[in-house]
DNA sequence: TCTTGACTTAAAGTTAACTTTAACTTGTAA
DNA sequence: TTACAAGTTAAAGTTAACTTTAAGTCAAGA
């Protein structure tokens, strides 16, 4: 059994971020002593870790609850909550590419400004033609520079 | 050039919130006609893909507008501006690794709920150890249930 | 007995990034 | 000349997920 501020320090959360998540109902059968002190155990702990990651997969605390629910509810809700996973899963997977999309663009930003910075300028990097950069930053940019009409030129800023 | 309509279409995104950014200072230099119409260009097209990446990267509107300033001074502000894509790369490295945690545990969760599923019960699976799961599962497991105290038993929930 | 630290509550406040509203202008087509 | 579509503004509203505040309880140590 652990106090809220235990809680806290092991899962490193504020303890009003741990009573604002009892209250919206995402602990379930959080236990009290004599004098109204929450009691969290290791269930807690665990619960804690799903609502972490849940959260990653870009679900809300309703939603979240809406899980927690269908865990107190039992067996009948096996299908319900494997579907949801399936569903955070394919989410999360998305968010993925999309962030590895974004890290391909400032990973050649990052080449484009140490370019820049040896010259002193941007003059030169500026305008320099994809072919004539280095094989892989050549595969950053066109991956990251696809134009958004067929005959615009993309223009880097 | 373009309308703020057929920018909108092009980088699906709302009217109002390129009007937003617009007023934010975040699309340097746009034009207007004479009865004041915005005239977007290839360069705006340019900035919102730079928007969109380092919004990804978890930057503020405030911080990005301070970037688009930067950019406008010219060369002298080269190496803030690489300093800022360098530290914006490790911020996007961290959160990829993070998604990529909470994306294990969520396979686990799928794995978890479909061996329920198959029993119509989630008796055998949670009382499951660890050594008894399959290979790729049990990898699973253990990169994301490491146990917040050494002493202390990972249950699943 | 008094102080301290850790807990409790309900309710109000914060923040960022939009989003909506209401009122207006302008250029073209019927 | 009237309607419509697409643009304009300033200002108010929305939302989620906390976070802070104010007031109180309780057990242990000096």
Redesign the pocket.
Same mark, same amino acid.
């Given at each position: 059994m652990y106090?809220?501020?235990?809680v806290?320090k092991m899962v490193n959360l504020?303890?009003?971020?741990l009573?604002?998540?009892d209250?919206e109902g995402l602990l379930t059968n959080i236990e009290?002593d %004599? %004098?109204?002190?929450?009691k969290f155990n290791d269930k807690t702990l665990e619960s804690l870790r799903v609502i972490e990651c849940l959260?990653k997969s870009g679900?809300?605390?309703?939603e979240i609850k809406e899980f927690m629910k269908w865990c107190s509810l039992g067996d009948q809700t096996i299908a319900k909550r494997k579907e949801m996973f399936i569903r955070q899963k394919e989410h999360i997977e998305q968010e993925i590419k999309e962030l590895e999309m974004a890290l391909a663009m400032i990973k050649f930003k990052c080449w484009y400004y140490d370019e820049a910075l040896k010259d002193g300028t941007e003059k030169r990097v500026k305008k320099l033609d994809p072919n004539d950069m280095p094989e892989e930053i050549k595969q950053l940019f066109e991956h990251t520079h696809q134009p958004y009409r067929k005959e615009s030129i993309t223009k880097l800023i």
């Open positions: 106090t809220i501020g235990e806290s504020p303890i009003p971020t009573r604002y998540y209250n009290r %004599s %004098s109204g002190i929450r959260k679900m809300q605390i309703k």
